[in-house]
């Protein structure tokens, strides 16, 4: 065994020393030919070609390549070995094998989706279905172009021909910094389907909290752009995550992927732009911070419940009922007069509204008309009989206009939302009740709110949808693609109204129920969104496995959901042990007793000494509520370096040692996780708060401590190994 990892390790530095020296040689020939900086059109695509294949190797000279694929094709003479690396090229002959192929390119999928046995393997080329054996799956590790680690996931000469996680384990068992990164070594069969699934499909994923799901997104993207070169820019796809701090966090993915400007935005953010309109912080809105204060303060969520009936596509109908009722009568009434004595009839002003201009939007329906009348008038004016006539008519011309012009509807989204509401003053025409479908509750909410000048997030798809029925979407472009992550808080109409800005219903919408901790707004099943696609457009997944945290923290935080939320939507571990799970009480005594401060406050500063003392790179205390992540924070500031507190506000993650509330961790990861105050005083008996609780678990990479009161909610669980009580014996004893 021993022998055949040398031979191995020798036989890939032999291959890493001759890909460098071709690697260098090539540069050093693109770079000592001149640049060209003429005019003539072919010149410069090759001089464009030369400039990012000079880029390219550059880049690629640090760690060419991650794996090596042995394949033989039923019609090849001979197994060829593929090394496959983040770019792929072409040596100087085009006839011969690449030096490095593109994770990205059909052959390379073999090395995700191959899954061992002895049978033939497949993958889909553009000249049709390849068949052949697969040998060998080998993964390299190459820094700073030196060969680290070679592992053979699989090796048809060996006894047991299947493919092993011992590679993906020893990833996983790495250290996090502050940054998300790619995986591009180790993608799995269920995640490579995602990435290479078909672009014009509404793709829904279901994945398990650490299953990947942000990070295939991101590979989906590298992935689309490689194979739709022809159909797709990086500048038309877009990615929607909760917040701002999340979207520094995923920040350095892409470019690691060699992609560039892809829009990143959070919804409001974007929203807001399309509308014009300033907005202000939504996340330390009043209601989140009102229900995420304490145990059991969550309303019950019914369809209701302001979030969820504005998230509808009920209110959908209803915005494009109100919005066609007002077109039907948006012509003011009689003819219009500029003067005594020239009269244009209202029948050819209703006739070039409804016929000559019908296919256009109504705001612009209305321009067009105006510009009719305007030109109307122009030309009645020349038949005035005298110059004095002339400016006299012009006058009175210029101020009817203008008062013609204002009878008609007001069309400027905010306004007509508030009319349907009857939070405005209404035409006349209007039916004077607010529509039925609103109920009274919602009703009586959003008037007083919008008197207020009030406007929530859950207000934002209705204004956005009310502003693409009067306008089209004339002056946005549409997108080519759209990742939604975290969309089990996004609403029905929120993907509706998106569909109306992206092309071919192009979308990754990932993200598990289990931790939908926004359901006063967000889907409570994933056939919400996906009934507003037509089957052949919408295709759906499941991620089960979890990639994140070791089995032990998996398995406990599994215990949360099926007692506290009765979910089956459980998380199946990658086999990677560590520490079990630690329940400490104030009560427990402590390795160092308190230094002043509530048993608490001792208990938290004890936790953090002992867990940044080890080799973790982040570590996270999660508090309930914004508040007493504050607070705690103010204590600890002045004990412990590197110390940050993370409020809505916060745009940049930093690593290190975090203070933040639970429900703003989503979506990241730590190293360590201090969960304080895990007792039934903070996290009532309520699904809602099991979620929270599961949320806070699951961003632990390797290990999880929860300290409480005494009093745990039902759904903590005792396990067997996986958990242990109270603080660790200090090294030494
Ligand atoms: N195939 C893989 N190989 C190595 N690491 C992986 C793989 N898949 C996921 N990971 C790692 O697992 C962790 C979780 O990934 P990610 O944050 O994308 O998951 P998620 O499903 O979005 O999680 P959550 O919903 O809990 O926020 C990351 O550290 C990621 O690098």
């Not at 190797?57 to 039923?74: I, M, S, T, V």
């Not at 020349?382 to 006539?389: F, G």
Request: charged content about 25%.
């Amino acid at each position: 065994m021993e022998d055949n990892f040398q031979s191995a390790y020798q036989e890939e530095e032999d291959r890493l020393n001759h890909a460098l020296i071709e690697i260098d040689s090539t540069l050093e020939r693109l770079r000592s030919t001149p640049v060209y900086t003429g005019h003539e059109y072919t010149e410069q695509v090759l001089e464009d070609s030369r400039e990012q294949k000079r880029k390219d190797l550059a880049k690629l000279r640090q760690e060419p390549y991650f794996g090596r694929l042995d394949f033989q094709g039923n019609d090849e003479e001979e197994r060829k070995a593929l090394y496959i690396g983040k770019i792929g090229v072409d040596r100087e002959q085009v006839s011969d094998r690449p030096l490095v192929i593109d994770w990205r390119a059909p052959v390379a999928s073999l090395f995700y989706s191959f899954t061992g046995g002895t049978e033939a393997a497949s993958y889909e080329a553009p000249e049709g279905l390849i068949e052949g054996l697969v040998y060998l799956k080998r993964n390299v590790v190459i820094r700073k172009q030196i060969l680290e680690r070679v592992a053979d996931t699989y090796n048809r000469d060996s006894d047991a021909p299947a493919v092993s996680d011992e590679f993906l384990v020893y990833r996983l068992g790495e250290n996090k910094d502050n940054r998300l990164r790619d995986i591009v070594s180790t993608i799995q069969e269920e995640q490579d389907k995602i990435i290479r699934a078909a672009k014009n499909t509404a793709l829904i994923i279901q994945g398990v909290a650490g299953s990947g799901k942000t990070t295939v997104a991101l590979h989906r993207l590298a992935f689309l752009l490689y194979q739709y070169k022809d159909q797709v820019s990086a500048e038309k796809m877009i990615i929607f995550a909760p917040n701002r701090m999340f979207l520094d966090y995923i920040s350095d993915v892409l470019p690691e992927l060699g992609v560039g400007n892809i829009a990143q935005s959070t919804f409001p953010d974007w929203a807001a732009g399309v509308l014009g309109v300033t907005l202000p912080e939504q996340d330390a809105s009043e209601t989140m911070n009102r229900w995420f204060e304490t145990a059991g303060a969550m309303p019950v969520i019914t369809e209701e419940t302001p979030g969820r009936f504005k998230g509808s596509t009920v209110l959908m109908s209803v915005i494009e009922s109100s919005i066609k009722l007002l077109e039907t009568s948006a012509v003011p009434e009689g003819d219009f007069s500029p003067w005594d004595g020239a009269v244009l009839r209202r029948s050819m002003i209703l006739r070039w509204h409804n016929e000559e201009y019908a296919p256009y939007p109504p705001a612009k329906r209305k321009e067009r008309v105006m510009a009719r009348i305007h030109r109307w008038i122009e030309m009645e004016l020349k038949k005035s009989p005298s110059a004095a006539a002339l400016k006299d008519r012009k006058k009175k011309g210029a101020a009817r206009e203008k008062a013609y012009s204002a009878k008609w509807p007001k069309y400027e989204p905010l306004a007509i939302y508030k009319q349907i509401f009857r939070a405005a003053k209404t035409p006349e025409d209007w039916p004077a009740e607010a529509p039925e479908e609103i109920p009274q509750a919602v009703l009586k909410e959003t008037v007083k709110e919008l008197k207020k000048g009030i406007l929530r997030e859950e207000d934002l798809p209705p204004l956005l949808y009310i502003h693409y029925l009067l306008n089209g979407n004339e002056g946005t472009e549409r997108f080519d693609h759209i990742v939604i992550d975290e969309a089990q808080d996004f609403s029905p109409f929120q993907i509706a109204v998106l569909d109306l800005y992206v092309k071919g219903h192009s979308f990754t919408i990932l993200g598990d129920l289990s931790q939908g901790i926004h359901a006063y707004k967000g889907v409570h099943e994933w056939n919400e969104m996906q009934s507003l696609f037509a089957g052949e457009y919408t295709a759906y997944h499941a991620l089960t496995r979890s990639y994140r945290s070791t089995m032990e923290i998996i398995e406990f935080a599994n215990g949360i959901l099926s007692a506290g939320v009765g979910s089956a939507l459980l998380a199946v571990p990658v086999f990677r042990s560590g520490n079990p799970v630690r329940l400490i009480s104030y009560e427990d005594a402590q390795p160092e007793p308190a230094t002043g401060g509530s048993q608490r406050l001792s208990a938290v500063r004890s936790a953090l000494s002992s867990l940044s003392g080890r080799e973790y790179r982040t570590v996270a205390v999660l508090t309930r509520s914004l508040r007493e992540a504050a607070e705690l924070y103010a204590e600890l500031a002045g004990q412990f370096e590197d110390i940050h507190l993370i409020d809505g506000s916060i745009t940049e993650y930093r690593g290190g040692l975090s203070v933040l509330p639970v429900y703003l961790s989503k979506g990241l990861e730590f190293d360590a996780v201090i969960l304080a105050d895990a007792d039934s005083a903070h996290y009532g008996g309520a699904a809602w708060d099991a979620k929270l609780m599961y949320v806070g678990c699951t961003r632990a990479l390797h290990e999880l401590w929860l300290l409480h009161d005494g009093g745990l909610p039902h759904y903590v669980q005792l396990l067997g190994d996986e958990t242990v009580s109270g603080w660790p014996v200090p090294e030494g004893n």
